[in-house]
C-alpha cells in the first residue's frame, strides 16, 4: 500500500502550521471566527444536483459579497498579524505585488488593464520562448499563441538567482471581468480566497479532492460555483491534478498545466511552476473525431470525462448559465483550433485498466507512448539520464523503479511483461536515475526553515528499509535562490554510450527482428532529451504499476494526475529549463533527508502546541 492518507494527514498539518508556529492568541480566535463565519456562508449556498429548480442567486450573492468584503479585509489585518509572529515578511502594498500575494485584491474592484485576442498565432518555437504578446501598443498582460513554461514568483527571491521570468496567479487568469467561464482543478483548496480573485457573477466548475469515502460527487459550493469530485475506489489516492480551462469573452481559451494547488502558500511562499497556451476560436466548428485519442484536446476531453466534469456542466446549464462557452466536453475538440499545441499531455486516471488500448492511454505507458511519437525509443547503444525532482517520495523497489524507467526509455512495456516475473525483481536499480529531494540542511537554510517544509513528504520508515535506494538521492535546490520547491519535473538525456551490454534489449531478451523494431523508429538525434513538468510526483500512486501478461495487461492507478511532455533541442535548453540546479549534488555520507513528521513543527508534538 502507499501512503497516500499519511500524505493527506501530513498535508492537513502543514495547512495548519500558522497556528502552530506561535502561541494561541485572540487573533487565532478571531480566525476561527471567521473561518466558521465563512463555513456558514457557504452552507446558504449549497444545492446538491438533486434540485431540479434554478437556484435563485441574485440577492443571495448580494449579501454574501456585502458581508465578505469586510471579512476579507479583516482577514487580510489578521494574517498580517499572523505572519509576523511566525518570523515572515510583513508586505506592503507594493511588496505584495512583487511577491504574488494575490489575494490582497479587493472583491468587486475590476482591473482597469483587459486582455484582448490579437493577432494569429506565430509559428511553434518551443515552451521556453518569450509568448506572443497582444499586437496593441498598450501595457497588457502578454498572450501565449505558442505556450510557455515559466516558474511560479516567490515570495522573498523576486527577483530570482538565474534572471528567469515568473508567472503570478493574477498573471495566469488575466482580467477576471474579461473571463465568461472557468473549469479549475486542484487537491488542495483555500475556496474562499480563490473565488475572490474571479467575478462572483463568473460559473466556475472546482474539480477537486472527493471525501474520505470517495464518492463521486456535484454540488453548489458559492454562488455560481459548483464543485465536482470523481469517483476513487475505496477512498484510496488522490485527485492530484493542478489544471485550468479559462474561456475568455473574446472567444479565446488559456488552457493551463501547474503543479501549484489552489492555496495561497503555494502562489506566494513555495516555488512551482505553470505551462500555459492560449488557443484561438475556429471561425467553423469541425465534427468531433471519435476515432482520435491521442492528441492534446481529445486527451484533455478524456481527463474532463473522468474528473466528473460533465454533470457539472449539465447542471451549471439547467441552472442560471444555459450559454456556456461549451455544452459536452467534446466542444473542446470542435470549437478550437489545437494545431499549434506542440507539447503532449500526460495524464494519470485513478482505476485499474486493462488491455492494451485502455493501457497506454494512462500512466507511465502513456508516457512511454509519447516519447515514441516523439521520437525518444532510446534503443540499443544509448544512455537515459533522468532527473527527477518532486515533493513527495514513493515506497520504492528495483521492480517498480526500473518499470518505469523502462517505459521513460520509450520502450515497450509488453517487453517488460514478457520477461519473467522473478527475473525483473531480481534486476539491480537503474544507474541512469537521480532522485532529488532536499537534504535537512537544505530546507533548515532555505527562507523559512522548517516553518517552509511542510508540504514535502518522506517517511523515516521508507529511508531506512534495507533495500531502499538512498544512493540515487541527490540535493533539491532552486535556481531561483533560498526558497524550496513544490515543483514536479524530469529532465531527461539520451546520449550514446559505448558500453551496450546493458541495453534494454539484451536485459528483456527482445527478438531485435520484430515487427515491433520495424514500426518504432529509435531515438531520432535531432533533440538531447525530454522534459516533464505536472503533478505526477515520482511514486507508483502517480504514474502505476502493471501487472498481468504481454496478452492481457493491466495497470493500477491511485491518484488523478496530468502534466506535460517536450523536446529539450540542447543541453542548453535542459540548463535553462530545469528549475534545480544541474548538476544536482549526490547526498554525501553525512546528508540526511527533510523528513516533516520529524520537524517540532510538523510531528506530533506539534498537534499539542
Given at each position: 500500500m502507499e501512503h497516500d492518507d499519511d500524505i493527506a494527514r501530513a498535508i492537513a498539518l502543514s495547512l495548519q502550521a500558522p497556528t502552530n508556529l506561535a502561541s494561541h492568541s485572540t487573533d487565532e480566535l478571531n480566525d476561527s471566527l471567521f473561518e466558521e463565519q465563512m463555513r456558514q456562508a457557504f452552507e446558504a449556498s449549497k444545492v446538491d444536483i438533486v434540485q431540479t429548480e434554478p437556484v435563485a442567486t441574485s440577492s443571495m450573492t448580494s449579501k454574501f459579497m456585502s458581508e465578505r468584503a469586510q471579512l476579507e479585509k479583516e482577514r487580510r489585518e489578521r494574517q498580517k498579524r499572523h505572519r509576523k509572529a511566525q518570523g515572515l515578511s510583513d508586505f506592503s502594498d507594493d511588496e505584495r505585488k512583487g511577491c504574488n500575494d494575490d489575494d490582497d485584491e479587493d472583491v468587486g474592484e475590476p482591473n482597469a488593464k483587459r486582455q484582448r485576442l490579437s493577432t494569429a498565432p506565430a509559428s511553434y518555437t518551443g515552451p521556453n520562448n518569450a509568448g506572443t504578446a497582444s499586437s496593441s501598443s498598450r501595457k497588457e498582460s502578454p498572450l501565449f499563441w505558442d505556450g510557455e513554461w515559466r516558474p511560479t514568483a516567490t515570495s522573498g527571491v523576486e527577483p530570482r538567482k538565474d534572471g528567469r521570468p515568473t508567472f503570478r496567479l493574477s498573471e495566469v487568469l488575466g482580467d477576471r471581468d474579461d473571463i465568461a467561464f472557468a473549469i479549475l482543478s486542484t487537491f488542495a483548496l483555500e475556496l474562499s480566497w480563490i473565488y475572490g480573485l474571479f467575478n462572483p457573477s463568473v460559473p466556475v466548475i472546482m474539480v477537486t479532492q472527493p471525501d474520505p469515502n470517495g464518492s463521486a460527487s456535484v454540488k453548489n459550493v458559492l454562488p455560481n460555483w459548483i464543485k465536482t469530485t470523481p469517483f476513487l475506489r475505496g477512498g484510496v489516492g488522490c485527485m492530484h491534478m493542478k489544471f485550468m480551462l479559462i474561456f475568455y469573452k473574446t472567444g479565446r481559451l488559456r488552457v493551463v498545466v501547474s503543479t501549484a494547488n489552489l492555496i495561497p502558500y503555494d502562489w506566494r511562499d513555495i516555488e512551482n511552476a505553470v505551462w500555459l497556451q492560449d488557443i484561438p476560436p475556429r471561425t467553423k466548428d469541425v465534427a468531433l473525431d471519435r476515432t482520435d485519442e491521442t492528441s492534446f484536446e481529445s486527451m484533455m476531453k478524456r481527463v474532463?470525462?473522468?474528473?466528473?466534469?460533465?454533470?457539472?456542466?449539465?447542471?451549471?446549464?439547467?441552472?442560471?448559465?444555459?450559454?456556456?462557452?461549451?455544452?459536452?466536453?467534446?466542444?473542446?475538440?470542435?470549437?478550437?483550433?489545437?494545431?499549434?499545441?506542440?507539447?503532449?499531455?500526460?495524464?494519470?486516471?485513478?482505476?485499474?485498466?486493462?488491455?492494451?488500448?485502455?493501457?497506454?492511454?494512462?500512466?507511465?505507458?502513456?508516457?512511454?507512448?509519447?516519447?515514441?511519437?516523439?521520437?525518444?525509443?532510446?534503443?540499443?547503444?544509448?544512455?537515459?539520464?533522468?532527473?527527477?525532482?518532486?515533493?513527495?517520495?514513493?515506497?520504492?523497489?528495483?521492480?517498480?523503479?526500473?518499470?518505469?524507467?523502462?517505459?521513460?526509455?520509450?520502450?515497450?512495456?509488453?517487453?517488460?511483461?514478457?520477461?519473467?516475473?522473478?527475473?525483473?525483481?531480481?534486476?539491480?536499480?537503474?544507474?541512469?536515475?537521480?532522485?532529488?529531494?532536499?537534504?535537512?540542511?537544505?530546507?533548515?537554510?532555505?527562507?523559512?526553515?522548517?516553518?517552509?517544509?511542510?508540504?514535502?513528504?518522506?517517511?523515516?520508515?521508507?529511508?531506512?528499509?534495507?533495500?531502499?535506494?538512498?544512493?540515487?538521492?541527490?540535493?533539491?535546490?532552486?535556481?531561483?535562490?533560498?526558497?524550496?520547491?513544490?515543483?514536479?519535473?524530469?529532465?531527461?538525456?539520451?546520449?550514446?554510450?559505448?558500453?551496450?551490454?546493458?541495453?534494454?534489449?539484451?536485459?528483456?531478451?527482445?527478438?531485435?527482428?520484430?515487427?515491433?523494431?520495424?514500426?518504432?523508429?529509435?531515438?531520432?538525434?535531432?533533440?538531447?532529451?525530454?522534459?516533464?513538468?505536472?503533478?505526477?510526483?515520482?511514486?507508483?500512486?502517480?504514474?502505476?504499476?502493471?501487472?498481468?501478461?504481454?496478452?492481457?495487461?493491466?495497470?493500477?492507478?491511485?491518484?488523478?494526475?496530468?502534466?506535460?511532455?517536450?523536446?529539450?533541442?540542447?543541453?542548453?535548453?535542459?540548463?535553462?529549463?530545469?528549475?534545480?540546479?544541474?548538476?544536482?549534488?549526490?547526498?554525501?555520507?553525512?546528508?540526511?533527508?527533510?523528513?516533516?513528521?520529524?520537524?517540532?513543527?510538523?510531528?506530533?508534538?506539534?498537534?499539542?502546541?
Open positions: 474532463l470525462d473522468h474528473v466528473n466534469v460533465t454533470p457539472a456542466l449539465s447542471v451549471m446549464r439547467k441552472q442560471d448559465h444555459p450559454n456556456l462557452p461549451i455544452r459536452t466536453t467534446g466542444d473542446i475538440c470542435t470549437k478550437w483550433d489545437w494545431s499549434n499545441v506542440k507539447v503532449k499531455l500526460v495524464s494519470s486516471i485513478a482505476g485499474r485498466h486493462e488491455e492494451w488500448p485502455k493501457v497506454i492511454l494512462t500512466g507511465h505507458t502513456r508516457l512511454m507512448m509519447v516519447l515514441r511519437d516523439l521520437g525518444f525509443r532510446t534503443g540499443k547503444g544509448k544512455k537515459l539520464e533522468l532527473e527527477y525532482q518532486g515533493s513527495s517520495i514513493g515506497s520504492y523497489t528495483t521492480q517498480w523503479l526500473n518499470e518505469f524507467y523502462h517505459s521513460a526509455k520509450g520502450e515497450s512495456a509488453e517487453d517488460w511483461l514478457d520477461t519473467p516475473k522473478k527475473r525483473r525483481e531480481k534486476l539491480p536499480y537503474p544507474t541512469g536515475l537521480k532522485v532529488l529531494y532536499p537534504t535537512l540542511e537544505t530546507v533548515r537554510s532555505s527562507q523559512h526553515g522548517e516553518r517552509g517544509g511542510g508540504n514535502l513528504f518522506l517517511r523515516r520508515s521508507q529511508w531506512d528499509a534495507p533495500k531502499f535506494p538512498r544512493q540515487i538521492f541527490h540535493d533539491s535546490r532552486s535556481k531561483a535562490g533560498d526558497t524550496l520547491m513544490h515543483t514536479k519535473m524530469i529532465i531527461s538525456i539520451v546520449s550514446q554510450t559505448s558500453n551496450t551490454g546493458s541495453s534494454s534489449r539484451e536485459v528483456f531478451n527482445v527478438d531485435t527482428d520484430s515487427e515491433d523494431e520495424d514500426h518504432q523508429p529509435e531515438f531520432n538525434g535531432g533533440d538531447v532529451g525530454w522534459a516533464y513538468l505536472g503533478s505526477h510526483n515520482f511514486t507508483p500512486s502517480a504514474w502505476g504499476t502493471l501487472s498481468g501478461s504481454a496478452f492481457h495487461p493491466s495497470i493500477n492507478i491511485r491518484n488523478h494526475e496530468l502534466g506535460i511532455v517536450f523536446p529539450l533541442k540542447s543541453m542548453a535548453d535542459a540548463n535553462k529549463f530545469a528549475c534545480f540546479e544541474r548538476p544536482p549534488k549526490k547526498y554525501g555520507p553525512n546528508d540526511s533527508p527533510w523528513i516533516s513528521a520529524e520537524s517540532i513543527y510538523f510531528g506530533p508534538a506539534s498537534l499539542s502546541r
